[in-house]
Every structure is written in structure tokens, then in C-alpha cells.
Nanobody
């Protein structure tokens, strides 16, 4: 059974850091690009990072570039999202998703498998 399970969400103060994890089971990360997406209340879901399975290339939108870092541990079949210098506008439910091809896009319909999400709240 294919499954993605996110963890690591929490309440953190502005300027703080969190590391989210996305553990995959039922398939290996070698052949799937993995994206992190987020959805804030009243807003559309948006992509915040992606890592290609072909060469490990990473991608970020301007809103998080320089603050977020995506990485993967093939041996653990897990992808991480390190989030630094968090801002209140980063508050959202964060999802990881697996794309059925090795290259990254921001097109959410190309992502076959989705996790259940983990809540990140940035507030003082």
C-alpha cells in the first residue's frame, strides 16, 4: 500500500525553525519527484519545494527560497523540509506528495500520492 506520512508540524515563534518529515512506504523515492505543498486557511494550496529523483535538483518559489531546504534520505525513504526564519504567513497545513515522474513541476494534478498533512503555526 502506497503511503506518505508527514510529521514535525508544530507551533513555533516567528524567526524559529522546524523540520518536517515525509516518510514513504509502498514505493521507493528513487523514481518519484517529491513536492511539499501548503494550504493556509482561505487560500489555495501552493507548492513550496520539490526535489527531483533524477539528479536531486531542488526547486523553491520566491516566497521561501533561502529559508526552506528540501532534502531526501534514500536509505530511509524519507524527504525532509527544513524551514528556517519562519514567518506568520508560513502558517498552513503542509503536505508532501509524490509525482509519478522524476522531474519537478508545480502542477498538483501530476502528483499521484498525497500525505494527510501536518499543521505548522507561526505565532508569538
Amino acid at each position: 500500500q502506497v503511503q506518505l506520512v508527514e510529521s514535525g508540524g508544530a507551533l513555533v515563534q516567528p524567526g524559529g525553525s522546524l523540520r518536517l518529515s515525509c516518510a514513504a512506504s509502498g514505493f521507493t523515492l528513487d523514481y518519484y519527484a517529491i513536492g511539499w505543498f501548503r494550504q493556509a486557511p482561505g487560500k489555495e494550496r501552493e507548492g513550496v519545494s520539490c526535489i527531483s529523483s533524477s539528479d536531486g535538483s531542488t526547486y523553491y518559489p520566491d516566497s521561501v527560497r533561502g529559508r526552506f531546504t528540501i532534502s531526501r534520505d534514500i536509505a530511509k525513504n524519507t524527504v525532509y523540509l527544513q524551514m528556517n526564519s519562519l514567518k506568520p504567513e508560513d502558517t498552513a497545513v503542509y503536505y508532501c506528495a509524490a509525482k509519478g515522474r522524476p522531474f519537478c513541476t508545480w502542477l498538483q494534478y501530476e502528483y499521484y500520492y498525497w500525505g494527510q498533512g501536518t499543521q505548522v503555526t507561526v505565532s508569538s
